[in-house]
């Protein structure tokens, strides 16, 4: 069930709006790589090959961004070229490259060292069984993908380079799902690099997880962090008009249950009306900035009437990143992750670790946040209630209230460990959840994998965050493609997860990272 009310949003607000986009703006570039040792004869057939994949390819109807074929590169100097060619197509996402023949290496070696887009090395071929009564020599010429690739890969490993390498036959569904990944994943990188986050208040204080480096989260993962006092933002609320308000009103009321306190005529009807104001507020600020992400702070609302709830709700389910108490980290890894699964039926969240709950084998972390959790996980229609909130010292805040869908899923957090980023995922059981009639928020519940215990154990010894970012719909995988990209830590907590393992991972990738940063000085 999709929550957002997307007729009446698109007309009330969508008019401008340019930070939310989709896949069928990019392009993935195909490369094949050949060479002219077998004159121009094969070439021809090659590109003929090649192109009959990549129709195929885009045909399948299981890929989420256009594959754009570029020829066939049979030198250095064409190596070079389409690969700068790349770097420079606004479009362009990222690179497939496909050895048909025996593509020499070195002839990759300056093209690579440019290439600053997303690569994926497609181990494939275009034949895909043996025709063992009629193969001769000629077949042979122009089906050597199985020596050719392991060339290529040498000097991509060679240089180091990451890279995600899928290896399956071009018209298999699963090779193209792997490639499908890569390529959602490669679009909210591509995404990433102009993505600007607005601090309003600064972290909460003394708070240290949640903090880091932005110039390093700038140079590493492309995003820009900025601070917007809370002034500017009371400004552009003073001019929302009763009229916006009214309609956005029954916006609310046409999407969601209401408490009997915030229907026309209950108690606390005025705070529906105030949460409506710094809603609209909000969206035209971040669209007039074109920003793709905010924090909040509870403690920097002054000429606010209530800590925004329901509104980072509504904005977090549009697609905008955030992370409460100035978590920007999460608010980024928030938009990245929700631009990665566009279009996917489960949902993602903003969630904090809330409370546990000691149950055996079912023991579980209660997943929860005061207001701000994303209505897009929500396992039946949210209601809209107000209730006090005692911190912050404003006005009660509104703020949908549901629990969520069963299911496995991803929880993932970035952390700035002094030297380097480390993304920490882990793969999430979200059991049925109850009712917390005295505890007015919505929650998820879940059993992190491979149980509670070695989980929750993994999670802290790795200097994991108590905010994530939370999705059924992505796996591990996507995160992995993310993580390889950005060139950063990956921490996996899975079902294969021991302590003992970890605890030597840990030690190992803390050497890995001190040795490349001295050998990089
Ligand atoms: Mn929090």
């Known amino acids: 069930m999709l929550i957002t009310d997307k007729?009446?949003?698109?007309?009330?607000?969508?008019?401008?709006?340019?930070?939310?986009?989709?896949?069928?703006?990019?392009?993935?570039?195909?490369?094949?790589?050949?060479?002219?040792?077998?004159?121009?004869?094969?070439?021809?057939?090659?590109?003929?090959?090649?192109?009959?994949?990549?129709?195929?390819?885009?045909?399948?109807?299981?890929?989420?961004v256009k594959v754009i074929y570029k020829g066939t590169v049979n030198s250095a100097k064409e190596v070079t070229a389409a690969l700068k060619a790349a770097n420079n197509d606004t479009k362009c996402i990222g690179v497939i490259t496909w050895m048909h023949t025996f593509s020499p290496a070195k002839m990759w070696i300056h093209g690579l060292q440019e290439l600053?887009?997303?690569?994926?090395?497609?181990?494939?071929?275009?034949?895909?069984?043996?025709?063992?009564?009629?193969?001769?020599?000629?077949?042979?010429?122009?089906?050597?993908?199985?020596?050719?690739?392991?060339?290529?890969?040498?000097?991509?490993?060679?240089?180091?380079?990451?890279?995600?390498?899928?290896?399956?036959?071009?018209?298999?569904?699963?090779?193209?799902?792997?490639?499908?990944?890569?390529?959602?994943?490669?679009?909210a990188w591509a995404d990433a690099q102009d993505m600007l986050i607005i601090r309003f208040g600064d972290q909460m204080n003394n708070v240290a997880v949640t903090d880091g480096d932005k110039v390093e989260a700038e140079l590493k993962l492309g995003y820009h962090v900025d601070y917007s006092p809370i002034a500017e933002l009371v400004a552009v609320q003073d001019k929302v008009t009763d009229a916006e308000i009214a309609a956005l009103v029954k916006t609310y009321e046409a999407t969601y249950d209401f408490a009997d306190n915030c229907k026309e005529g209950g108690k606390d009807r005025k705070q529906v009306i105030e949460a409506a104001r710094v809603e609209i507020a909000l969206r035209r600020f971040l669209e007039a900035k074109g920003a793709k992400a905010f924090t909040t702070n509870f403690d920097d609302l002054a000429g606010i009437d209530q800590l925004p709830g329901l509104a980072c709700q509504r904005l977090m389910a549009e697609g905008y990143g955030f992370g409460a108490e100035g978590d920007w980290k999460t608010a980024a890894l928030y938009r990245t992750m929700w631009f990665m699964g566009q279009g996917m039926p489960k949902g993602c969240s903003f969630l904090e670790d809330y409370t546990l709950n000691f149950d055996g084998e079912n023991s579980a972390i209660l997943q929860a946040h005061m207001l701000e959790v994303c209505p897009l996980i929500a396992e039946k229609k949210p209601r809209l209630e107000v209730h006090p909130l005692g911190i912050g010292g404003k006005n009660d805040p509104a703020r949908l209230v549901f629990t969520s869908k069963e299911g496995t899923g991803v929880a993932a957090t970035v952390v700035d460990m002094g030297?380097?980023?480390?993304?920490?995922?882990?793969?999430?059981?979200?059991?049925?959840?109850?009712?917390?009639?005295?505890?007015?928020?919505?929650?998820?519940?879940?059993?992190?994998?491979?149980?509670?215990?070695?989980?929750?154990?993994?999670?802290i010894l790795a200097g994991g965050t108590?905010?994530?970012?939370?999705?059924?719909?992505?796996?591990?995988?996507?995160?992995?493609?993310?993580?390889?990209?950005a060139g950063i830590e990956l921490v996996i907590i899975d079902k294969e997860t021991t302590i003992p393992s970890l605890k030597k991972e840990l030690k190992y990738n803390d050497l890995y990272y001190m040795l490349n940063r001295a050998l990089q000085s």
């Open 466 to 485: 108590h905010h994530t970012s939370f999705s059924y719909d992505l796996t591990v995988e996507y995160l992995e493609d993310y993580a390889d990209i």
């Open 116 to 187: 600053r887009k997303p690569l994926l090395h497609f181990h494939t071929q275009f034949n895909k069984e043996i025709p063992w009564e009629t193969m001769d020599m000629d077949f042979m010429n122009l089906n050597q993908s199985a020596h050719g690739d392991r060339e290529f890969g040498h000097m991509v490993s060679r240089m180091r380079k990451n890279r995600k390498v899928v290896v399956g036959h071009w018209q298999d569904a699963k090779a193209q799902a792997k490639i499908a990944i890569w390529m959602r994943v490669a679009a």
């Open 7 to 64: 007729n009446n949003k698109n007309k009330l607000y969508n008019k401008n709006h340019k930070t939310m986009t989709n896949f069928k703006d990019f392009e993935v570039w195909f490369v094949t790589g050949a060479q002219l040792l077998y004159g121009g004869d094969a070439v021809v057939q090659v590109d003929a090959h090649s192109n009959e994949i990549v129709k195929g390819l885009n045909e399948s109807g299981n890929l989420p």
């Open 419 to 459: 030297n380097r980023f480390r993304m920490i995922v882990n793969q999430v059981d979200c059991i049925k959840s109850k009712a917390l009639p005295k505890l007015p928020v919505a929650s998820a519940l879940w059993i992190p994998q491979p149980n509670f215990e070695i989980g929750a154990a993994a999670w």
